[in-house]
C-alpha cells in the first residue's frame, strides 16, 4: 500500500505536453504517476511556453507561464500562493526558463510561501558564471533537490556546496511494462526476421546519429537483415533556427555509404504507447551522443528499464547505469566500437538476453508507480523541513518589495520609421521625413537595439527582418578602402560624404561589437566580425573621446567572443590609456571631467572606463569611471532632485553657465546605461536609483513635468525646450528611449530573479 501522507494538493512547474521536449514529457509522466498512485491528491500544472499562443492543454493545466515574460512569473507565485498548494515541484533546466541562464524562475521561487522539490535534470560540471549564480539561488531557494544519478549528487555536493541532507536520489521513471522477446512487436512494422537497432528522442547534432550510420557497413557484412530506425522528430529549437538541414545531412550520409536500404528514419513525436512498441521491437538500442556531459538522459532509462541490449557512448548517465553486465559503453566518435559492439552482441544471443535481464530488473525499481513513492517521500520531507524553518515570506508585498512598472515595449513607431533601406533620421511630427534621409548612426543604434531585444526574448520575426536590413545599411556604409564609415544618405540612396564622423565609426563598431558577442545570429555574425576587424583599426587613430568610448564599448562585446584577439586588446589598452590621459589632463576636485566642456553623450566616457576596468581588473581605471560619472549625476540633477541633462543649446564650459535647455533623449539614455554598467561593477544600489531617476525623466519627472515618451505610437519626442516639448518623433531620440527601456528591462530582471529575500 502506498503510505500516507498530508499532501493533498501538489503544483508541477515546468514544460508540458503536447509541448515537444524531453522536460515536457517527463512532467506530463510524473504527474500522471502520482495522480494515478495517489488519487487523494490534486496535481495542477502550470507549464511555461515558448510559443506566444502557447499549446493545447489538458484540463489539469490552472496556469501558463511565458518563458520571457517576467511579471507572469510572479503572476504565476501568486496564483500559486492563493490556491493552498501543499508543494510545488520544479522541473529544472535552464533552457526551459527566461532571462540570463534561466533566473526568470528564480523570482517566482522567492515568492512562494510553500516548500520547493526542485528536479535537476542538468547538473553541470563546468558552469559558467551565470549558471552558477543561478544554481546558488535555486538551492538555496529549493527546500529539497532531486537528482536522477550518483553522479548528479557527486556533483551537487562537490561543485556546488549543496548540503547532503538536502538531496534525494529518484531515478528517471519508466514505464512498467512486461519482459518480452523483440519478434514479439516486429511483426506490426514489418521487420519480422530482422535485426533491429534503435535509436530514438529528439533529433539534434550532439545525438551523434552520424556514427551509427557510419557503423552500418560493418555490421551489415555481417548481418544483411539489419535495420536501423531513427525515431523523434527534429528538435522544435533547432527546427526554427536551421530546419531540417541535420536530418537532411543524414540522409545523405545513408545514401553515399549505400546503406539506405537498411535505414528508416520516423520524423515525429510519437505518443508512449507507439515508444513502448518500438522499443519492444528492438534487438539493441543505440546512443551514440557526442560527449559525456549528460547527467540524465530520458530515451536511455526508458529502453534499459524496457530490457534493452543497449550499446552507448560513456556519457554520465549512461556509464553509470550500464555497469554489472547492463549494457556495453564504446568510446566517443568511434563508429568502428559501435560496429563491433553491435556485432558481438547480435552473434552472442544468450550473452545479449542476459544482458536485457540485468537492466529489466534493475529498471523494476525505475517504474513509475516507485518513482511516485519516492516523490512523495520527498515531498513529505520537504513539508517537513519547511515547517521548521518558516514560512520563506509574506504574501503582502509593499510597493518597495515590487519591481518597477515599467511602459510596455510598443514598435509601432521604429517600423513606421523604417523601410527597406534602413531607419530614416527624422520625422515630421509622427511621420518619417523622407527629405532628410538617412545616416549610419541611427541604423547602427537600431541594430543594436534589435540584438537587446532578442537577448531579452522580444524579438519578433519582422523585427528580425528589420535587423538584417540595418546590418545592411552598415555593410552598405563601410568603405572597405578607407576602412571608414559614410554616414549620411540621401531618401535616393546618395552618400553625401566620402566619410562620416569619428562618432559615426564608433557608433557602427559598438553595434557590430554587439552582433559578434551574441549567439544566433548565423551569418549576422560573420558579416559584423568581418566588419568590425576592418574598420577597427582606423579608430585608434581617432581624436574624439566619444568616439573611443563607443569603440571600447564595442571591444568589450567583440572580445566576450574573440578574447584573444591580440590586436583588438592593444587597441583596448591604447583607448582607454588615452581616456585616462585626457582625464588626468583636465579634471580637477570642482572639475571631475575628461575634456573642458560637458556637452553630448557625456556618461559614454565614464561608462567606457568603468566597463573596461572592470573586465581589465583595473582598479584606478575603474574609480576614475565611477568619480567622474558621480560628479556627472550631481551636475545633471535639478534642485527639485530630477533628472536634468545639460542643455544641448551651449552645453557647460568649465566656469561658465551651464545650457539647461534643450535637453536631448540621447543624454538619458547614456546616462541611464552608464549607471547600470556602474551597478553591475560595484553592487551599489545607489546607481539603480540613478538608472530609474534618469529613466523616470523620459516619463515625465523633468523640468518641464511632462513625458518626452509617447504611450500611442511607441515613439519619443525629439527634445525638452524651455517652454514646451518638440513634437518630432525622430529616430535617434526613439532608439534612445526604446535603448533606454531595453536595458532597463534587463537590469530589472536580474534584480528581480537574484534579489536576497528578506531576512536573509
Known amino acids: 500500500m502506498p503510505p500516507r501522507s498530508a499532501i493533498r494538493k501538489v503544483a508541477f512547474l515546468g514544460d508540458y505536453l503536447p509541448r515537444k521536449c524531453g522536460i515536457a514529457t517527463f512532467t506530463t509522466d510524473l504527474r500522471c504517476a502520482i495522480a494515478t498512485t495517489f488519487p487523494d491528491i490534486q496535481c495542477l500544472v502550470v507549464p511555461v511556453n515558448d510559443l506566444p499562443g502557447g499549446y493545447d492543454y489538458p484540463a489539469e493545466v490552472r496556469f501558463e507561464i511565458a518563458e520571457q515574460d517576467l511579471p507572469s512569473y510572479l503572476r504565476a507565485a501568486d496564483f500559486l500562493n492563493i490556491t493552498d498548494v501543499d508543494v510545488v515541484?520544479?522541473?529544472?533546466?535552464?533552457?526551459?526558463?527566461?532571462?540570463?541562464?534561466?533566473?526568470?524562475?528564480?523570482?517566482?521561487?522567492?515568492?512562494?510561501?510553500?516548500?520547493?522539490?526542485?528536479?535537476?535534470?542538468?547538473?553541470l560540471r563546468e558552469p559558467n558564471e551565470e549558471q552558477r549564480r543561478v544554481m546558488r539561488d535555486l538551492i538555496r531557494l529549493s527546500t529539497r533537490l532531486v537528482v536522477m544519478s550518483e553522479r548528479g549528487r557527486e556533483f551537487l555536493q562537490e561543485i556546488y556546496h549543496a548540503p547532503a541532507a538536502k538531496i534525494d536520489l529518484i531515478p528517471h521513471g519508466i514505464p512498467d511494462m512486461p519482459f518480452a522477446d523483440p519478434n514479439y512487436f516486429k511483426d506490426e512494422f514489418e521487420v519480422a526476421g530482422r535485426q533491429v537497432l534503435l535509436t530514438f528522442g529528439l533529433l539534434?547534432?550532439?545525438?551523434?546519429?552520424?556514427?551509427?550510420?557510419?557503423?552500418?557497413?560493418?555490421?551489415?557484412?555481417?548481418?544483411?537483415?539489419?535495420?536501423?530506425?531513427?525515431?523523434?522528430?527534429?528538435?522544435?529549437?533547432?527546427?526554427?533556427?536551421?530546419?531540417?538541414?541535420?536530418?537532411?545531412?543524414?540522409?545523405?550520409?545513408?545514401?553515399?555509404?549505400?546503406?539506405?536500404?537498411?535505414?528508416?528514419?520516423?520524423?515525429?513525436?510519437?505518443?508512449?504507447?507507439?515508444?513502448?512498441?518500438?522499443?519492444?521491437?528492438?534487438?539493441?538500442?543505440?546512443?551514440?551522443y557526442l560527449t559525456e556531459a549528460q547527467i540524465t538522459s530520458g530515451t536511455l532509462a526508458y529502453a534499459f528499464g524496457a530490457g534493452n541490449a543497449v550499446v552507448s557512448t560513456p556519457y554520465w548517465h549512461a556509464a553509470e547505469l550500464l555497469t554489472a553486465e547492463r549494457g556495453k559503453l564504446v568510446p566517443f566518435r568511434d563508429a568502428g566500437a559501435i560496429a563491433t559492439a553491435v556485432v558481438e552482441l547480435l552473434r552472442d544471443e544468450p550473452g545479449r538476453h542476459a544482458m536485457r535481464k540485468n537492466a529489466y530488473k534493475l529498471g523494476r525499481e525505475m517504474v513509475w508507480s516507485k518513482v511516485a513513492q519516492g516523490y512523495l517521500h520527498s515531498f513529505d520531507q520537504a513539508r517537513q523541513d519547511h515547517s521548521f524553518v518558516g514560512r520563506r515570506s509574506s504574501p503582502i508585498k509593499t510597493l518597495d518589495e515590487q519591481p518597477g512598472q515599467l511602459p510596455e515595449l510598443k514598435l509601432d513607431h521604429l517600423f513606421r520609421l523604417s523601410d527597406s533601406t534602413g531607419i530614416f533620421q527624422h520625422a515630421s511630427f509622427t511621420v518619417p521625413n523622407f527629405s532628410e534621409g538617412y545616416c549610419t548612426d541611427d541604423n547602427a543604434r537600431a541594430l543594436a537595439l534589435a540584438l537587446m531585444l532578442q537577448k531579452l526574448g522580444l524579438g519578433s520575426r519582422k523585427l528580425a527582418i528589420q535587423a538584417a536590413t540595418y546590418a545592411a545599411f552598415l555593410n552598405h556604409a563601410f568603405d572597405r578602402q578607407r576602412g571608414r564609415f559614410r554616414n549620411f544618405m540621401s531618401f535616393e540612396r546618395r552618400w553625401l560624404e566620402d566619410a562620416g564622423s569619428e562618432d559615426c565609426q564608433g557608433h557602427a563598431l559598438w553595434a557590430l561589437g554587439l552582433c559578434v558577442a551574441q549567439a544566433g545570429q548565423g551569418s549576422f555574425q560573420l558579416l559584423a566580425a568581418q566588419l568590425f576587424e576592418q574598420a577597427l583599426p582606423v579608430a585608434a587613430e581617432f581624436a574624439s573621446p566619444r568616439a573611443w568610448a563607443c569603440t571600447l564599448i564595442g571591444i568589450d562585446e567583440y572580445l566576450r567572443r574573440f578574447s584573444g584577439d591580440r590586436r583588438t586588446n592593444q587597441?583596448?589598452?591604447?583607448?582607454?590609456?588615452?581616456?585616462?590621459?585626457?582625464?588626468?589632463?583636465?579634471?580637477?576636485?570642482?572639475?571631475?571631467?575628461?575634456?573642458?566642456?560637458?556637452?553630448?553623450?557625456?556618461?559614454?566616457?565614464?561608462?567606457?572606463?568603468?566597463?573596461?576596468?572592470?573586465?581589465?581588473?583595473?582598479?584606478?581605471?575603474?574609480?576614475?569611471?565611477?568619480?567622474?560619472?558621480?560628479?556627472?549625476?550631481?551636475?545633471?540633477?535639478?534642485?527639485?532632485?530630477?533628472?536634468?541633462?545639460?542643455?544641448?543649446?551651449?552645453?557647460?564650459?568649465?566656469?561658465?553657465?551651464?545650457?539647461?535647455?534643450?535637453?536631448?533623449?540621447?543624454?538619458?539614455?547614456?546616462?541611464?546605461?552608464?549607471?547600470?554598467?556602474?551597478?553591475?561593477?560595484t553592487n551599489d544600489i545607489f546607481w539603480v536609483a540613478e538608472a530609474r531617476r534618469a529613466f523616470e525623466w523620459f516619463l515625465g519627472r523633468n523640468d518641464l513635468g511632462m513625458a518626452l515618451y509617447d504611450a500611442g505610437t511607441g515613439g519619443c519626442r525629439d527634445g525638452l525646450h524651455m517652454d514646451r516639448l518638440s513634437q518630432n518623433q525622430g529616430a535617434e531620440s526613439t532608439l534612445a528611449f526604446l535603448l533606454a527601456l531595453a536595458e532597463k528591462r534587463a537590469l530589472q530582471n536580474i534584480l528581480t530573479s537574484f534579489k536576497e529575500p528578506v531576512g536573509e
Not at 107 to 113: N, Q, S
Not at 221 to 239: A, C, D, K, M
Not at 666 to 677: F, G, L, R, V
Open 571 to 681: 587597441i583596448r589598452e591604447n583607448l582607454t590609456t588615452r581616456l585616462m590621459q585626457s582625464y588626468g589632463d583636465t579634471a580637477t576636485p570642482d572639475w571631475q571631467w575628461f575634456e573642458e566642456v560637458v556637452s553630448y553623450a557625456n556618461a559614454k566616457l565614464p561608462h567606457a572606463l568603468i566597463l573596461s576596468g572592470r573586465r581589465l581588473g583595473n582598479a584606478a581605471m575603474l574609480e576614475t569611471g565611477l568619480m567622474s560619472l558621480r560628479w556627472l549625476v550631481s551636475v545633471q540633477t535639478s534642485p527639485s532632485g530630477a533628472f536634468r541633462p545639460i542643455g544641448s543649446n551651449g552645453f557647460y564650459r568649465r566656469g561658465k553657465e551651464r545650457a539647461q535647455f534643450d535637453q536631448q533623449p540621447i543624454e538619458a539614455q547614456a546616462t541611464i546605461s552608464a549607471c547600470i554598467e556602474a551597478y553591475h561593477a
Open 89 to 123: 515541484c520544479v522541473q529544472h533546466e535552464f533552457g526551459i526558463y527566461g532571462g540570463p541562464a534561466g533566473s526568470h524562475v528564480l523570482a517566482l521561487l522567492r515568492d512562494l510561501r510553500m516548500p520547493i522539490v526542485t528536479t535537476l535534470h542538468t547538473v
Open 204 to 288: 539534434s547534432p550532439n545525438k551523434g546519429i552520424e556514427f551509427a550510420l557510419r557503423a552500418l557497413p560493418a555490421i551489415i557484412r555481417e548481418f544483411p537483415n539489419i535495420i536501423y530506425i531513427v525515431l523523434g522528430q527534429t528538435h522544435p529549437n533547432l527546427l526554427r533556427e536551421e530546419g531540417e538541414a541535420y536530418r537532411l545531412s543524414l540522409e545523405r550520409l545513408a545514401k553515399d555509404l549505400d546503406v539506405q536500404k537498411h535505414v528508416v528514419f520516423f520524423n515525429r513525436f510519437v505518443e508512449l504507447e507507439e515508444l513502448m512498441r518500438f522499443i519492444g521491437a528492438a534487438d539493441i538500442y543505440l546512443t551514440p
